[in-house]
């Protein structure tokens, strides 16, 4: 679930990861058609990772899109073929665009070590190939793979972090109001139907005051899994304040809201929510006011006055209600 996505990152703690030895072990292809020179450098590899041998380069290319390599090394001067294409393709596809590629070269090869350096080629190590170096820089290029991708997964987490509510697992706020206005735009733009629901969960308070702040946690988390259940991944769905989630549903009219409003209504109100403290289970009821897109709005602001309008109407009707 969202939830669960957003408190575990998934890969540990990056620091840790980053200071670790972590240039090991991985999956190296190399494309070298000549043979002795190929096999011995696999050998001082091998005591390492583990290493994919390919003299042909049409093969190599869709070895290297089939499998997760951790680093590529590419003679530049395979029989009949420029090793150098191999790399501009390597370069370009999706697959392998961020696998660290190495040049195999001569020193005749100069200016086209200079071309694959220009063009996003990774490191070359020049023959004779001395094993230690190899070893080295097809550790360093591992590491920084790896590390990298430590970063990226770190930089995601934190983002989805800071559109997430803690305790939930919903859009928050801040994400609400950042996509909102496009999707509202777009609905104007293109004169689509589009509804705003705002749920408040009623006495809420009471609940608090009954069985403890902690209690009062558990029923929000509750209450937002419900209200998962009942919506669609194209529909925005965050917590607006304490107790209160406003949804938004494109694509939906006014009797379609009204329906999925009263069917969350409804649910709410007939599924117990057990609550740790409480030796019974806690009665949970929520009001929801409903809007639509009025051809007259300018923001969807607009549309969410009026849907705050009617939840306070709902609240003063009498509570557990839908008004639209
Ligand atoms: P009404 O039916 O009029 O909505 O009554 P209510 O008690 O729900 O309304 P009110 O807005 O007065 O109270 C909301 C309460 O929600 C007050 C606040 O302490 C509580 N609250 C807000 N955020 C949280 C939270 O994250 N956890 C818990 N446990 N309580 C919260
Ligand atoms: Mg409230
Ligand atoms: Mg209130
Ligand atoms: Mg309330």
């Not at 406003?246 to 694509?251: D, Q, R």
């Not at 639509?292 to 509570?319: F, H, I, Q, T």
Request: charge should be neutral; glycine fraction near 8%; aromatic fraction near 4%.
């Amino acid at each position: 679930s969202r939830a669960m996505a957003s408190r575990d990152f998934g890969m540990g703690d990056p620091l840790a990861l980053a200071t670790a030895e972590t240039g090991l072990n991985a999956q190296i292809l190399m494309v070298e058609d000549r043979r002795a020179s190929a096999e011995r450098m696999a050998a001082s590899l091998g005591q390492h990772h583990v290493v994919t041998l390919e003299a042909d380069p049409h093969q190599a290319l869709l070895t290297a899109t089939d499998h997760a390599f951790d680093a590529i090394l590419v003679s530049l001067d395979l029989a009949g073929f420029d090793g150098l294409r191999l790399c501009s393709q390597l370069r370009s596809l999706d697959r392998t665009r961020s696998v660290p590629l190495i040049m195999l070269a001569e020193p005749h090869d100069r200016s086209r070590i200079m071309r694959g350096l220009d063009f996003g080629v990774h490191d070359y190590l020049m023959r004779p190939v001395d094993r230690n170096e190899l070893v080295a820089r097809v550790r360093t290029q591992v590491r920084r793979k790896r590390f990298s991708e430590v970063l990226r997964g770190a930089v995601q987490a934190s983002m989805e972090l800071a559109v997430t509510d803690g305790l939930t697992g919903l859009h928050n706020r801040r994400y609400l109001d950042s996509h909102l206005g496009t999707l509202f735009g777009d609905a104007i733009a293109r004169q689509r139907p589009v509804a705003a629901l705002i749920l408040d969960i009623d006495r809420f308070k009471s609940i608090n005051d009954t069985y403890g702040h902690e209690a009062g946690d558990e029923v929000l988390r509750t209450f937002a899994e419900r209200i998962r259940l009942h919506t669609r991944g194209i529909d925005i769905v965050a917590r607006y304040g304490g107790e209160e989630v406003v949804i938004i549903l494109p694509e939906v009219g006014l009797p379609e809201a009204q329906l999925i409003a009263e069917r969350i209504r409804e649910r709410v109100e007939m599924m117990p929510f057990s609550v740790q403290r409480a030796t019974r289970s806690v009665g949970v009821t929520v009001s929801i006011g409903v809007a639509v897109r009025d051809p007259a709005d300018v923001s969807a602001g607009d549309m969410l006055k009026r849907a705050d309008l009617a939840l306070y109407r709902a609240k003063a009707a009498g509570r557990n209600r839908v008004e639209a």
